[in-house]
């Protein structure tokens, strides 16, 4: 028997079942954690002398987390069998579970995510605790599955068809106050942080009083197992909704959310067991799949990413009391809103009140906006608004343990402000600049300290974006890339740690996939034909779209820093200086590539772009998508090999995981390098072949040549998955 569980005789017949795994942080399901819980459970219903279960985690603030993380490994390349196996596990747990002779409650005081809320929902009811820890979630749709045991089938028959199909294909977590209002847990009480346990206890009690009275609980048990009654118009309605909705978030491209609406279409309609049967049918479409598999890929990158960004192991961060931020345009507000948003006080320090104002206005936007979708409210808004201090000197950055720079992308006006800074700034300050594209090395010789100096670029729109690059200058210490890092974790993002050199990580790669794009309308492809490719390879908008949305200016300035450090290999695409010349700049200017009409902006094709096509005009002819898409990505792929080539970045995965959360790009295909490895580095050089007339930026770099005569791919199978 596993010392997961334990076994406590409550009074009045009622007993109390604990998980608690023994040197471990979080509570999962395991194989033999789940094999034991089957014993437990068969010697359970054999049993005449019990009125009542209840069911607890030992780990405060952790009820269940999901499935054991070694076993999610087996699913990248699971058996027929495995799977199998894997899914009847479950479901006949599970099953048992919901059949035992007495009434089942479960306890929840923490985090209860995937196979945990699975197990709660085979339970007769659910009561929670309500505090800001506890979330329940069925998150499996983000590593290419669906909650396979039960969860599609149980759900809907508990909350309801629309609100179980949000949770389960948009796998956010619901806050107990929240499952309370759903149905989805019977209550969520407040408790005295010295009494939780008790209370929590004395609740479950009530509960399996009222269940069991004249057996309540059976007569709920025959309602949930049996079909949900959904008229044939409103099941087409509501599918045909939410189908809609999924394949226009995901383009088709994520099979997992509409695997888990079939099992729902099918299955809520016929008794719980004939329901599970065809969950069960519809899961095996998923799991083991080559998506699902490189979503689980990019779980343990992820994680793995967490633990070491790629910047010094053995150095142990300063601690970080306040943040200084320079500018309160866009970024600098964005960045001054992410630190209150967790905590941090932050000081933010523009050149007059106005612009301070507006900075402070676009802060409580982004939490008001949280608002009005239910996942902030006016409290939080107002402790973020109390962590903010703004000030027109930078005298005010006096006490800051860090300051980011976050001015215009404009070499001399940031260096000016470095030099400006070093009375104002401690001893120990750490100054970082939220550049794109400037060299760091270059600009640390206008710091106070080049040692205390480093790059910390955030992307735009802060409050969404998950990426900031921690660029590390010639001379930028290893404390001052630690604190960086750790400061950037504290802010709820994932840093990656990258060597100097123009372009990062990030930009380096995309703007040969933008350039490519503009050459392309040159040569007589449309920008719509343009812009379908790269969405149907799985980008969230086209590179016409994007130079738009991003600015024609800035696309310009980032694109000839990219031209002058790589004129071996970049293209000069002319047609962009004369759209900046004329004024045309993108969406913020209302024309640009496209025109931007109405109220909304909405783009549309503008027939006076063509007077500035024509003089930059190629000789035309017929593309076809994957013409278009090998001239889109595989200039951007070869840019990869070459980061990793120069150690820009610690290892591949950093690569994959930099475009991912970047620029969006497809995580189904589980990073740029992970699609390489898909296809083969034989075939990325046979499309390579009938390129390499139009220049250099499709000439193979020697990794590439070399992985395809050793037969080697970027990502060591052995390893993707270690945590």
Same mark, same amino acid.
């Given at each position: 028997?596993?010392?997961?569980?334990?076994?406590?005789?409550?009074?009045?017949?009622?007993?109390?079942?604990?998980?608690?795994?023994? #040197?471990?942080?979080?509570?999962?399901?395991?194989?033999?954690?789940?094999?034991?819980?089957? +014993?437990?459970?068969?010697?359970?219903?054999?049993?005449?002398?019990?009125?009542?279960?209840?069911?607890?985690?030992?780990?405060?603030?952790?009820?269940?987390?999901?499935?054991?993380?070694?076993?999610?490994?087996?699913?990248?390349?699971?058996?027929? =069998?495995?799977?199998?196996?894997?899914?009847?596990?479950?479901?006949?747990?599970?099953?048992?579970?919901?059949?035992?002779?007495?009434?089942?409650?479960?306890?929840? =005081?923490?985090?209860?995510?995937?196979?945990?809320?699975?197990?709660?929902?085979?339970?007769?009811?659910?009561?929670?605790?309500?505090?800001?820890?506890?979330?329940?979630?069925?998150?499996?749709?983000?590593?290419?599955? /669906?909650?396979?045991?039960?969860?599609?089938?149980?759900?809907?028959?508990?909350?309801?068809?629309?609100?179980?199909?949000?949770?389960?294909?948009?796998?956010?977590?619901?806050?107990?106050?929240?499952?309370?209002?759903?149905?989805?847990?019977? +209550?969520?009480?407040?408790?005295?942080?010295?009494?939780?346990?008790?209370?929590?206890? =004395?609740?479950?009690?009530?509960?399996?009083?009222?269940?069991?009275?004249?057996?309540?609980?059976?007569?709920?048990?025959?309602?949930?197992?049996?079909?949900?009654?959904?008229?044939? @118009?409103?099941?087409?309605?509501?599918?045909?909704?939410?189908?809609?909705?999924?394949?226009?978030?995901?383009?088709?491209?994520?099979?997992?959310?509409?695997?888990?609406?079939?099992?729902?279409?099918?299955?809520?309609?016929?008794?719980?067991?004939?329901?599970?049967?065809?969950?069960?049918?519809?899961?095996?479409?998923?799991?083991?799949?080559?998506?699902?598999?490189?979503?689980?890929?990019?779980?343990?990158?992820?994680?793995?990413?967490?633990?070491?960004?790629?910047?010094?192991?053995?150095?142990?961060?300063?601690?970080?009391?306040?943040?200084?931020?320079?500018?309160?345009?866009?970024?600098?507000?964005?960045?001054?809103?992410?630190?209150?948003?967790?905590?941090?006080?932050?000081?933010?320090?523009?050149?007059?009140?106005?612009?301070?104002?507006?900075?402070?206005?676009?802060?409580? @936007?982004?939490?008001?906006?949280?608002?009005?979708?239910?996942?902030?409210?006016?409290?939080?808004?107002?402790?973020?608004?109390?962590?903010?201090?703004?000030?027109?000197?930078?005298?005010?950055?006096?006490?800051?343990?860090?300051?980011?720079?976050?001015?215009?992308?404009?070499?001399?006006?940031?260096?000016?402000?470095?030099?400006?800074?070093?009375?104002?700034?401690?001893?120990?300050?750490?100054?970082?600049?939220?550049?794109?594209?400037?060299?760091?090395?270059?600009?640390?010789?206008?710091?106070?300290?080049?040692?205390?100096?480093?790059?910390?670029?955030?992307?735009?729109?802060?409050?969404?974006?998950?990426?900031?690059?921690?660029?590390?200058?010639?001379?930028?210490?290893?404390?001052?890339?630690?604190?960086?890092?750790?400061?950037?974790?504290?802010?709820?993002?994932?840093?990656?740690?990258?060597?100097?050199?123009?372009?990062?990580?990030?930009?380096?790669?995309?703007?040969?996939?933008?350039?490519?794009?503009?050459?392309?309308?040159?040569?007589?492809?449309?920008? +719509?034909?343009? @812009?379908?490719?790269?969405?149907?390879?799985?980008?969230?908008?086209?590179?016409?779209?994007?130079?738009?949305?991003?600015?024609? @200016?800035?696309?310009?300035?980032?694109?000839?820093?990219?031209?002058?450090?790589?004129?071996?290999?970049?293209?000069?695409?002319?047609?962009?200086?004369?759209?900046?010349?004329?004024?045309?700049?993108?969406?913020?200017?209302?024309?640009?590539?496209?025109?931007?009409?109405?109220?909304?902006?909405?783009?549309?094709?503008?027939?006076?772009?063509?007077?500035?096509?024509?003089?930059?005009?190629?000789?035309?002819?017929?593309?076809?998508?994957? =013409?278009?898409?090998?001239?889109? /990505?595989?200039?951007?792929?070869?840019?990869?090999?070459?980061?990793?080539? #120069?150690?820009?970045?610690?290892?591949?995965?950093?690569?994959?995981?930099?475009?991912?959360?970047?620029?969006?790009?497809?995580?189904?295909?589980?990073?740029?390098?992970?699609?390489?490895?898909?296809?083969?580095?034989?075939?990325?050089?046979?499309?390579?072949?009938?390129?390499?007339?139009?220049?250099?930026?499709?000439?193979?770099?020697?990794?590439?040549?070399?992985?395809?005569?050793?037969?080697?791919?970027?990502?060591?199978?052995?390893?993707?998955?270690?945590?």
């Amino acid at each position: 028997m596993s010392t997961a569980w334990t076994l406590e005789e409550l009074d009045d017949a009622i007993v109390l079942l604990t998980i608690d795994l023994p #040197e471990k942080s979080v509570n999962t399901l395991g194989h033999d954690v789940m094999s034991d819980l089957s +014993d437990l459970v068969g010697q359970l219903a054999s049993r005449d002398d019990i009125r009542g279960l209840l069911l607890a985690s030992g780990k405060p603030g952790q009820f269940i987390a999901g499935a054991d993380l070694n076993e999610l490994r087996q699913l990248v390349d699971a058996s027929d =069998d495995m799977i199998e196996q894997g899914l009847a596990s479950g479901h006949d747990l599970f099953t048992a579970i919901g059949k035992l002779p007495f009434p089942t409650v479960a306890l929840v =005081d923490g985090k209860c995510f995937g196979g945990g809320t699975e197990l709660i929902l085979a339970m007769d009811d659910r009561i929670a605790v309500d505090r800001p820890q506890v979330q329940i979630a069925l998150p499996e749709v983000k590593i290419g599955l /669906f909650p396979a045991w039960g969860g599609s089938q149980r759900l809907p028959r508990l909350v309801g068809l629309h609100h179980a199909i949000d949770i389960i294909c948009g796998g956010a977590p619901v806050s107990a106050r929240r499952a309370a209002e759903l149905g989805l847990v019977f +209550d969520a009480i407040t408790v005295d942080p010295d009494k939780a346990t008790d209370q929590l206890l =004395d609740e479950g009690r009530r509960r399996i009083e009222w269940l069991a009275h004249d057996d309540r609980y059976l007569d709920i048990r025959t309602q949930r197992h049996a079909p949900m009654g959904l008229s044939q @118009d409103q099941a087409n309605f509501s599918f045909a909704v939410a189908a809609g909705h999924v394949l226009q978030k995901t383009k088709g491209q994520y099979p997992a959310p509409l695997a888990a609406l079939e099992a729902m279409r099918q299955g809520l309609n016929q008794p719980l067991d004939q329901g599970l049967e065809i969950e069960r049918q519809c899961a095996k479409q998923v799991v083991g799949s080559d998506i699902s598999g490189n979503m689980i890929r990019l779980f343990f990158m992820q994680n793995r990413l967490g633990q070491d960004a790629g910047g010094p192991r053995d150095t142990t961060p300063r601690d970080v009391g306040r943040i200084g931020v320079l500018g309160a345009g866009l970024m600098g507000a964005g960045i001054t809103t992410a630190a209150a948003r967790r905590g941090i006080p932050a000081t933010m320090v523009d050149l007059d009140n106005q612009r301070l104002a507006d900075g402070l206005e676009r802060a409580a @936007d982004v939490v008001a906006g949280r608002i009005k979708i239910g996942r902030a409210t006016p409290d939080d808004l107002g402790h973020m608004l109390a962590l903010i201090s703004t000030a027109t000197s930078n005298t005010a950055l006096a006490d800051c343990d860090v300051v980011i720079e976050a001015v215009t992308e404009n070499e001399e006006l940031k260096t000016r402000i470095f030099g400006q800074l070093a009375s104002n700034l401690g001893p120990d300050t750490i100054l970082a600049s939220n550049t794109s594209t400037i060299s760091v090395t270059r600009m640390a010789s206008a710091t106070p300290d080049p040692t205390r100096f480093a790059g910390m670029h955030f992307f735009n729109p802060v409050d969404r974006m998950q990426l900031v690059e921690v660029i590390r200058g010639e001379q930028s210490s290893d404390l001052t890339l630690a604190t960086l890092v750790a400061l950037a974790r504290r802010m709820g993002k994932t840093p990656i740690v990258v060597k100097d050199c123009p372009g990062f990580l990030v930009n380096r790669i995309l703007l040969p996939y933008m350039a490519e794009s503009l050459q392309l309308l040159c040569e007589g492809a449309s920008a +719509d034909q343009i @812009d379908r490719a790269a969405t149907s390879f799985g980008m969230p908008m086209g590179p016409i779209a994007l130079h738009d949305l991003v600015g024609l @200016d800035t696309a310009l300035f980032a694109g000839q820093v990219v031209q002058a450090a790589y004129s071996d290999r970049a293209i000069e695409i002319p047609i962009l200086q004369d759209l900046v010349i004329a004024g045309r700049l993108g969406k913020k200017s209302g024309h640009g590539i496209r025109l931007f009409v109405g109220r909304r902006k909405k783009p549309t094709n503008d027939p006076d772009f063509d007077a500035f096509l024509e003089p930059h005009r190629i000789d035309s002819r017929d593309f076809s998508k994957q =013409d278009i898409q090998d001239r889109l /990505f595989l200039p951007m792929l070869l840019e990869a090999t070459r980061v990793v080539e #120069e150690d820009i970045v610690a290892e591949p995965a950093h690569v994959d995981m930099g475009l991912i959360l970047g620029i969006g790009f497809p995580a189904f295909r589980g990073g740029l390098l992970r699609w390489c490895d898909s296809l083969g580095a034989g075939e990325i050089l046979k499309r390579l072949e009938p390129l390499e007339e139009l220049g250099p930026r499709f000439a193979p770099t020697d990794s590439l040549r070399q992985q395809n005569v050793s037969n080697l791919t970027w990502h060591d199978p052995a390893s993707e998955t270690d945590s």
